[in-house]
């Protein structure tokens, strides 16, 4: 997945999210929304013992409307 305002680790993100249930399109709310819900960071930041930390999930805004 190829999008502008995912952060780096947006592939690890999604593994993780996947693993605790969060379905694709959740995820692409997330990316349109550019905010992950508070609850979903705590999941994933436990299903990857800390790998992905919470600054690791913050979602860039997108410079120009598309």
Do not use: H
């Not at 693993?19 to 508070?38: F, S, T, V, Y």
Request: net charge positive; with cysteine.
């Amino acid at each position: 997945m190829s999008i502008k305002n995912a952060p780096p680790k947006w592939n690890e993100i999604v593994d993780a999210a996947t693993r605790c249930g969060a379905g694709k399109w959740a995820m692409r709310k997330w990316l349109e929304r550019c905010e992950i819900p508070p609850s979903w960071k705590l999941k994933i930041f436990e299903e990857t013992k800390g790998k992905v930390k919470f600054s690791d999930m913050e979602i860039r805004e997108t410079e120009a409307a598309q």
